[in-house]
């Protein structure tokens, strides 16, 4: 996927980042991946894991890894 420049002053909030998922990130997967053949992850970043993101995601993403499923972090 293409790496997506939010603006310097630009503070990710909860509504920027779904403005992300839903005319960028989505429609990306839609067309690279037709089959839903990848998995969505996130950290724990607050605008990932607000209500309405995590909704989004769940809804809307073939295979999405929801806050209580991410893995632990790596001591290496």
């Given at each position: 996927?293409?790496?997506?420049?939010f603006?310097p002053d630009?503070k990710?909030?909860t509504?920027?980042?779904?403005?992300?998922?839903r005319y960028?990130?989505?429609p990306?997967?839609?067309?690279?991946?037709?089959?839903?053949?990848?998995?969505?992850?996130?950290?724990?970043?607050?605008s990932?894991?607000?209500?309405?993101n995590?909704?989004?995601?769940?809804?809307n993403?073939?295979?999405?890894?929801p806050?209580?499923?991410w893995?632990?972090?790596?001591r290496i």
């Open positions: 996927m293409p790496p997506f420049f603006r630009e990710i909030d509504e920027a980042y779904y403005k992300v998922l960028t990130v989505l990306w997967f839609k067309k690279n991946y037709p089959t839903g053949n990848y998995v969505w992850q996130q950290d724990g970043a607050p990932h894991m607000a209500a309405k995590q909704k989004f995601c769940k809804d993403m073939a295979h999405f890894w806050k209580n499923f893995p632990p972090s790596s």
